[in-house]
DNA sequence: CACCATGTTCCTTG
DNA sequence: CCAAGGAACATGGT
């Protein structure tokens, strides 16, 4: 489901339904979801605690659990990988095919599922010291994205990609900002000028807030149930076709005119994954 | 059957 | 030590 953006619509879904909430029980039924503890560490852990605020840190989501007699508040780390969903369903319901970890919360349940098993749902908060600036907080800076850029001779698609350039720009965004910058993604980073160094910057972060802005006030199901559950690349939910036709403008489009030009977009393999951009618009090593 | 998929991590090679 | 490339992880859709 996520990248960014989907992360950061969610987080603010969950929140105010789980501020507060004591978790009474923990169920893990994907014992490699919670590593590195075995889910016995990991349920012991957390039982008995209440939600006190859930943030978000590039693609992770950021759970800050009470402290239990005294001791210390509690951080969990939840990834949804590239199919994980997080929902928070009445205790009673079915739980969703791939469940993962069930929290429960008494009349209510928080339920981690993922179809394929490569999030996590963990303890271990180091993956965060790994992470680069938030692209849309102030310390993603143009000096500084410039400066890690210059290092660098890979080519620009695949740096995006790095989290500890950038947190939370993934495959979708990242060909939609170089798009939007006009920059060819096969460009090597350090070739960059400094114009392009601006508008690439702009660029990430006008998609990323655009898509938090679009995915907030589309109406999504959050049952798990519908295709429009959260998530919003492919604009799903009900009644919103015509908006999503406009909403990514060169992803998974290979074939199609660019929306600026008219010429063909093309997709193109890096470091193993699609890119999608318009060799025209966006010139320079082709 | 083939190929593709929103992500990260580990291993190998240079 | 670092950079870069590729496979692996596991399941489903087309």
Not at 77 to 94: C, D, E, F, K
Not at 241 to 263: F, H, K, T
Request: glycine residues 10%; aromatic residues 8%.
């Amino acid at each position: 489901m996520p990248e960014l953006p989907e992360v950061e619509v969610l987080v603010r879904h969950l929140g105010p339904l789980l501020h507060g909430k004591r978790i009474r029980a923990v169920a893990v039924l994907r014992p490699k979801l919670v590593r590195p503890a075995t889910p016995d560490e990991f349920a012991r852990a957390i039982t008995g605690r209440r939600f006190a605020s859930l943030g978000r840190r590039g693609k992770y989501l950021v759970f800050t659990l009470h402290a239990r007699r005294g001791g210390p508040a509690l951080a969990m780390l939840g990834h949804l990988g590239m199919t994980g969903r997080m929902q928070v369903q009445p205790a009673r319901a079915s739980l969703p095919r791939h469940a993962g970890v069930v929290f429960d919360l008494g009349r209510f349940r928080l339920v981690y599922s993922d179809t394929r098993y490569f999030g996590r749902c963990t303890l271990d908060t180091r993956p965060l010291a790994e992470l680069g600036p938030e692209p849309l907080g102030p310390e993603f800076t143009i000096a500084d994205f410039a400066r890690r850029l210059a290092r660098s001779h890979q080519a620009i698609k695949v740096r995006l990609l790095d989290q500890s350039l950038v947190a939370g720009v993934g495959n979708i965004y990242a060909s939609e900002a170089l798009f939007r910058a006009r920059v060819s993604p096969r460009l090597a980073a350090c070739r960059l000028d400094a114009r392009r160094v601006g508008s690439l910057w702009r660029s990430i972060r006008a998609v990323l807030a655009e898509a938090i802005a679009w995915g907030s006030t589309v109406p999504l199901n959050w049952d798990g149930a519908g295709r429009g559950d959260g998530v919003f690349y492919y604009g799903l939910a009900p009644g919103t076709r015509d908006y999503y036709e406009e909403r990514l403008l060169v992803y998974d489009r290979a074939g199609q005119p660019c929306p600026r030009c008219r010429a063909p977009i093309q997709r193109i393999v890096q470091a193993a994954r699609s890119t999608f951009f318009c060799p025209r618009c966006q010139r320079g090593r082709q």
